[in-house]
């Protein structure tokens, strides 16, 4: 007896092998980088190298750090929930608006569907493929001022590829411009000196479908 495949089947089997062929229109290969997220930093625990209340006046630090303040990806304060102080899970990004154009400029002739279907594909493509940066805000401490930045991380959780095999991973940063608690000493007798200086934290941007 002849078995006839449904509808649902063949559309799905299409799709994988129209997807094998075409791989390489759906994803650039970015430059893979495995230094971000930034490992927790492990501190020297000694109190009398750690920055006292005057060393913490906002209003001071404020004015050393200038233009490069960033509201957006550091916070004085503990940020409050609702604020972005949990991780921003993947489920929760929208899909909502225009597809992107690698997926539009896709060909999906060969799947012989009406326009709405080819329009469902793409927007199932752009959803399985995607890499979104899930944030979270991260504590580094009173000798990072301010002390709270919002990190991104990529998803690994699953396959961003057809066929299967590549997995989301960071492919751009951006830099927050923090000030740093330094102590020093010029000689071995002489006390420590500390004060505040410049350092940039790179911080995830923009993760992207690669190898592992």
């Known amino acids: 007896m002849e078995m006839k495949a449904s509808p649902a089947l063949v559309l799905c089997v299409s799709v994988t092998v129209h997807l094998a062929l075409t791989q390489l229109q759906l994803r650039v290969r970015p430059s893979p980088s495995d230094h971000l997220p930034v490992p927790d930093l492990h501190e020297d625990p000694d109190p ?42 993947e489920d929760e990004i929208s899909l909502a608006g225009a597809i992107p154009n690698e997926f539009q400029q896709l060909d999906l002739s060969g799947l012989k569907a009406a326009a709405k279907t080819e329009r ?71 006390p420590k000196r500390c004060v505040w200086i410049r350092a940039h934290y790179p911080v995830i941007s923009q993760c992207g479908c690669a190898c592992l």
């Open 120 to 190: 469902r594909v793409r927007r199932w493509l752009w959803s399985y493929t995607r890499c979104p940066v899930l944030s979270v805000w991260k504590d580094l401490g009173v000798r990072f001022w301010p002390r709270y930045v919002r990190e991104g991380q990529c998803s690994a959780e699953r396959s961003c590829s057809l066929p299967e095999g590549m997995f989301c991973k960071p492919v751009q940063s951006v830099s927050v411009t923090l000030l740093r608690w330094h102590c020093h000493q010029q000689g071995s007798r002489a």
């Open 48 to 89: 009398a190298v750690e920055p006292g209340e005057k060393d913490l006046a906002p209003r001071l630090l404020r004015r050393k750090l200038g233009s490069s303040f960033d509201p957006v990806l550091s916070s004085i304060g503990s940020p409050t929930p609702g604020n972005g102080s949990e991780i921003t899970r």
